[in-house]
């Protein structure tokens, strides 16, 4: 009967989790529709769409320092759900400037990536993402095996080069691309301390016996 009740209370919170993540995107395609975002509604969508997308990503890679922090092993279960909706926010972030910037105007956007470094990195990291959300699911986990954990540290390099994409993006107000490098700076290091402790402890178990 405990057993029954904790999973209930995992599918809610799952939920709880789920319509928060959503919400954003909710509230940018209601403003869209209704003329509500301002008087650059397509500027509010890129940078909306894009801020949602990073946010998401960071809230990923902060799933495993929670844990080993606290201890709770729960946040684990939510670490696809947000990684998808990274993909989603950055999906929505591409077709926004595909379709509303560009008119779909392939050689201006073939031009913009060869000659603007913040378009360039910024699809650089979507295009790396796609491979991530494509063999996010259970089954592909089993089927790629240790090559499934080496292609999704790639998550690190994709973090990176979103932070790159928002600094290189403003002109004059730095403080949010700041802060969103400071996060992910302690993010970087929490891994990269996480590695040498397990280094470390496999070295002081020494060998398996036979």
Not at 98 to 120: Q, S
Not at 175 to 204: D, F, N
């Amino acid at each position: 009967m405990r057993g029954w009740s904790i999973a209930r209370g995992l599918v809610l919170v799952k939920v709880v989790v789920f319509a928060l993540c959503a919400l954003p995107g909710v509230l940018l395609l209601r403003g869209a529709l209704l003329n509500e975002l301002g008087a650059n509604p397509l500027e509010a969508l890129m940078h909306g769409t894009g801020d949602w997308a990073l946010r998401m990503l960071l809230l990923t890679l902060a799933v495993t320092p929670l844990r080993r922090l606290s201890g709770w092993r729960w946040p684990q279960r939510f670490r696809r759900m947000l990684g998808l909706f990274a993909f989603a926010y950055a999906a929505l972030h591409f077709t926004a400037w595909v379709w509303f910037d560009k008119g779909f105007a392939w050689g201006a956007m073939v031009e913009d990536i060869g000659e603007r470094p913040f378009i360039t990195v910024g699809f650089l990291a979507f295009v790396l993402l796609i491979p991530l959300a494509a063999t996010s699911t259970r089954g592909m986990m089993l089927r790629l095996g240790r090559r499934w954990q080496r292609l999704h540290r790639l998550v690190y390099v994709i973090a990176v080069l979103g932070v790159v994409h928002f600094v290189w993006l403003v002109k004059a107000d730095w403080l949010e691309p700041a802060i969103y490098g400071g996060v992910l700076a302690v993010l970087l290091l929490a891994r990269l301390r996480g590695v040498r402790t397990a280094l470390g402890a496999g070295r002081r178990a020494g060998p398996s016996p036979a």
